[in-house]
């Protein structure tokens, strides 16, 4: 039952206090060889045989590490998940299938029938879907706050709580909430934090430092960054890490070893890749706010961005690949805007080495009418702009071309 490899007490991992970009690189490997091969390999063996029954009952009781079947547990899916536990600093590990599997199976875990969460109304829109439809339905009591009025937050926290859940920054138009400040509010109240850091990525800001409880990944997104792998991971306490994975282990949402396999190459180049994405955001950003057909442009590294100073404080890399930005006149800007682009996959994914662009009303933000994506904030001709590894004068080419045509 074991989650991750631990090294012995009087053994300490000299990989805990590397830097991250070390840790993406070489956190977890060298555990599971074969044949002396370098790299870690994709076991696809659903179970584990034992020819000694003490030893087969020793790992089934998880007295002694190993593996016994591949719902519980999967040598190449545990490099993957002892590389999110160093990356994030956090005393256990546990992956899933999707991100919205970690997502709902550590809710589920935590909220009972009477139970009271507080959140925001920017969550993913998958968590939005748990919050007003899901949870409610057994019982659940949702409060959902506007996420930029951060005493309106405060004062639901005071009406008491089971669970705070945080995703910052939000997706599409990156509003950024104060971690440290609402988990200790939280924690006075004897809650449970849980932040989503799929955008940020553990790269540019790390939940647990900050006093979270939890911090949830799509791994879909950045940490695997070739858009080719589904996978969601959670981390933090140990005691409630090992709680949600035992539900996982019978809900049945686990990490297939292929998909652990391409994430855990993608995540070597995690610090590169991020760093990468930093940069042409930032810089995307900038040109974006002086360009004529740009009415306003969302981005947390931006100086007039209403959070900006708490976005510095808590996205201690950088202020993440993903931008959004709003053109002059109706959606039919848009609809011309969107075809002419070149360098970018017209998709609903993000935190690609590609560069993915989406529009809210078309994508992430689909089933609600104009008038409730106008109650998020979400104008009509909002497009969110996820950078990736290019060349920026490429990128900004090539909005410019399609932006002036
Ligand atoms: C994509 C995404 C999810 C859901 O992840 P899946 O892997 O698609 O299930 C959750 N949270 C955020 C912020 C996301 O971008």
């Not at 089934?60 to 040598?75: K, M, Q, S, V």
């Not at 002892?82 to 956090?90: C, F, Q, S, T, Y």
């Not at 297939?256 to 396999?261: V, W």
């Amino acid at each position: 039952m074991s989650h991750s490899p631990q090294p012995p007490a009087d053994q300490p991992n000299p990989l805990a206090s590397a830097q991250r970009a070390t840790q993406a690189i070489w956190g977890g490997e060298g555990g599971t060889t074969w044949q002396r091969a370098t790299q870690t390999p994709v076991v696809n063996s659903v179970s584990f045989g034992y020819g000694d029954c003490d030893e087969w009952r020793s790992v089934a009781l998880g007295e002694t590490p190993g593996h016994i079947y591949g719902r519980n547990t999967n040598p190449t899916v545990q490099v993957f998940e002892e590389k999110v536990r160093l990356l994030e600093g956090a005393a256990a590990a546990t992956s899933f299938a999707t991100g919205m599997a970690a997502i709902s199976d550590t809710l589920f875990t935590l909220l009972a029938p009477g139970d009271r969460v507080v959140s925001v109304v920017d969550t993913y829109g998958g968590t939005n879907r748990l919050f007003s439809e899901f949870l409610p339905r057994v019982g659940v009591v949702v409060e959902l706050c506007q996420t930029e009025d951060a005493e309106a937050i405060e004062r639901a926290i005071d009406g008491g709580l089971r669970v705070l859940y945080l995703e910052t920054p939000t997706n599409p138009t990156c509003k950024v909430l104060d971690l440290a400040r609402l988990a200790q509010r939280a924690h006075e109240r004897g809650a449970i934090v849980v932040v989503d850091n799929t955008f940020a990525t553990p790269i540019n800001q790390q939940p647990l430092q900050l006093g979270a409880d939890l911090v949830i990944h799509s791994a879909t997104k950045f940490l695997g960054g070739h858009a080719d792998a589904l996978g969601g991971v959670l981390a933090g306490d140990a005691e409630l890490v090992r709680s949600v994975y035992q539900r996982r282990e019978i809900t049945g949402a686990t990490l297939h070893p292929e998909a652990a396999y391409l994430l855990l190459r993608g995540m070597k180049t995690l610090a590169l890749r991020v760093e990468r994405q930093n940069f042409n955001a930032l810089t995307v950003a900038r040109h974006l706010q002086q360009h004529p057909r740009v009415a306003q442009v969302f981005y947390p590294g931006l100086e007039d961005h209403p959070n900006h100073d708490v976005a510095k404080r808590q996205m201690t890399g950088g202020f993440g690949g993903v931008l959004s930005f709003q053109l002059h006149g109706e959606f039919d800007a848009v609809k011309r805007f969107l075809p002419r682009l070149q360098l970018a996959h017209r998709a609903a994914n993000l935190g690609a080495v590609e560069t993915v662009v989406a529009p809210p009303a078309t994508g992430s933000h689909v089933e609600l009418t104009a008038e409730q994506r106008a109650a998020l904030g979400i104008p009509e001709t909002l497009v969110r702009y996820s950078c990736g590894i290019e060349d920026v004068r490429d990128l900004i080419a090539d909005l410019d071309q399609a932006l002036g045509a």
